[in-house]
């Protein structure tokens, strides 16, 4: 089992950037898929971002990509999302996600998550 804690989340101007932290615990973070989510006021969960387990690979929602970036440090059991040229509808709680199968971008296979961090982005 792995327990995920986000940080990061806050206010920021159109066009400006924030970088999320999510920390997971345990000692085979390396073996886990990690994945970003948000959810609008409103909205269903939808994905952002996503890292395989066992390699660097990303897949990005259209939305974001060129924008957003999913790091991940297996050292410091740490995945990111590097968020750039933000915009209003950005605006979001994002969650953090994972899973010990493959890849997926269903918010509905991944069995942990973490408690969410605000992100909300002014015109």
């Known amino acids: 089992q792995v327990q995920l804690v986000e940080s990061g989340g806050g206010s920021v101007q159109a066009g400006g950037s924030l970088r999320l932290s999510c920390a997971a615990s345990?000692?085979?973070?390396?073996?886990?898929?990690m994945a970003w989510f948000r959810q609008p006021p409103g909205k269903e969960r939808e994905f952002v971002a996503g890292?395989?387990?066992?390699?660097?690979?990303?897949y990005y929602a259209d939305s974001v990509k060129g924008r957003f970036t999913i790091p991940r440090d297996n050292y410091e059991n740490t995945v990111y999302l590097q968020m750039n040229s933000l915009k209003p509808e950005d605006t979001a709680v994002y969650y953090c996600?994972?899973?010990?199968?493959?890849?997926?971008?269903?918010?509905?296979?991944?069995?942990?998550w973490g408690q969410g961090t605000q992100v909300t982005v002014s015109s």
């Open positions: 345990g000692r085979t973070f390396s073996s886990y898929s």
């Open positions: 996600a994972a899973r010990t199968q493959g890849w997926t971008r269903r918010y509905q296979d991944y069995a942990y």
């Open positions: 890292i395989r387990r066992s390699s660097s690979i990303t």
